[in-house]
Nanobody, 121 residues
Framework: QVQLVESGGGLVQAGGPLRLSCAAS????????MDWYRQAPGKQREMVAR???????NYEDSVKGRFTISRDNAKNMGYLQMNSLKPEDTAVYYC???????????????WGQGTQVTVSS
């Protein structure tokens, strides 16, 4: 059993920062990729940032230069530092991880339950 739990969401004024955390627990051999997604009301879920096990990162264009994704492989933790937040960043943010549960097992996708981020203007 694997569980992902996000934390750190909340209400923040435009221009402010917020840091999200994602804790992965359970039967985990290794975490391949960690992603942060978001879903605003009435919109499709979109990926905002990705980090590989080796530390390579990718960002959705609208968050480049403002968001920073990171991870701690030893602790099975992922983070999303969000700076210069805008009202259009308001959404539920989800952590997703591609995990191998045993040495020769398959890669499997796991999602957290989401954390609400609200940016007021």
């Amino acid at each position: 059993q694997v569980q992902l739990v996000e934390s750190g969401g909340g209400l923040v004024q435009a221009g402010g920062p917020l840091r999200l955390s994602c804790a992965a627990s359970g039967s985990i051999f290794s975490i391949n990729v960690m992603d942060w997604y978001r879903q605003a009301p009435g919109k499709q879920r979109e990926m905002v940032a990705r980090i590989t096990r080796g530390g390579s990162t990718n960002y959705e264009d609208s968050v480049k230069g403002r968001f920073t994704i990171s991870r701690d492989n030893a602790k099975n933790m992922g983070y999303l530092q969000m700076n210069s937040l805008k009202p259009e960043d308001t959404a539920v943010y989800y952590c997703k991880a591609i995990i191998r549960r045993v040495l020769v097992g398959p890669l499997e996708n796991y999602w957290g339950q989401g954390t609400q981020v609200t940016v007021s203007s």
